[in-house]
């Protein structure tokens, strides 16, 4: 799935999230060529999810400057935000583990139609919806052939390897221009974590940027580092605010920094 575009590039400066508890993040940096595969690393805690998410459009930067896909951030949050997608974040993308494999497939690709009218209606429609269906499958490395039932194997019944495919797999059906995915090496064996960052690899060589979060990145990625908030840079407070002086947001409060700072 070829979706090699302008602007796709990631450029940030000095950005950083707060939310009610304090800050997630402070001072990253990000300069990335189009295509570019970064790697988002730090300790547990250091706002890895909320950069995946501020850097999608899916939360609102605090501080700093970033454009993404040729955009400015937060001036147009809502046009990244409809040129990005996210896989594999707790509490935002989450597979319904009833569901089976080709029912999350089929369910994204109507979504898709009603929000850019990018499928035809009529007698159209069902080879487009599967063509749109395999290109997301091979692009993902998901093979239906190996599953237990197929495109009928229920969510809970697939390896977590194989979850992470499917996750792929949804958010890349409408060629975002950049793609998020956390925790890609969560868990995995050795192999598969592997596959899942050839994967990762193999998408941003066909032109989509790609921003994830693990912990073995191969070394052609570009590393970009987040720190405990405690530790990061000082950043001035907006107006009328403070800052506690022991304030931090680890990433399980992100739904918190979500609903203050802007949801999608």
Do not use: Y
Request: net charge neutral.
């Amino acid at each position: 799935m070829n979706t090699t575009r302008q602007g796709a590039a990631v450029g940030a400066r000095g950005i950083g999230v707060r939310g009610p508890r304090g800050w997630a993040f402070q001072g990253v940096d990000i300069a990335a060529d189009p295509g570019s595969l970064i790697a988002v690393q730090g300790p547990s805690g250091s706002g890895r999810t909320c950069l995946l998410l501020a850097l999608t459009g899916r939360m609102r930067i605090t501080t700093g400057t970033a454009t993404v896909a040729g955009f400015p951030l937060p001036k147009r949050i809502g046009t990244v935000r409809a040129r990005t997608a996210i896989a594999h974040v707790t509490g935002v993308a989450d597979l319904e583990p009833a569901l089976t494999v080709g029912e999350h497939l089929k369910e994204q690709a109507l979504l898709g139609r009603r929000l850019k009218g990018s499928l035809p209606w009529g007698k159209q429609h069902k080879a487009a919806t599967r063509a749109r269906m395999d290109a997301a499958l091979t692009a993902s490395g998901l093979d239906a052939d190996v599953l237990p039932k197929g495109l009928g194997t229920a969510v809970r019944d697939l390896e977590r390897i194989e979850a992470l495919r499917l996750s792929i797999a949804l958010a890349v059906m409408h060629g975002p221009q950049l793609l998020a995915v956390d925790d890609v090496d969560l868990k995995l064996s050795a192999a598969e974590r592997d596959q899942a960052w050839q994967l990762l690899r193999d998408l941003a060589l066909s032109g989509t940027t790609v921003v994830a979060v693990g912990s073995d990145a191969p070394a052609d990625a570009l590393v970009v580092r987040t720190a405990p908030a405690a530790a990061a840079a000082p950043a001035d407070p907006a107006p009328g605010q403070d800052v506690p002086a022991t304030a931090h947001t680890t990433e399980e409060e992100a739904a918190h920094a979500f609903a203050e700072t802007g949801r999608a």
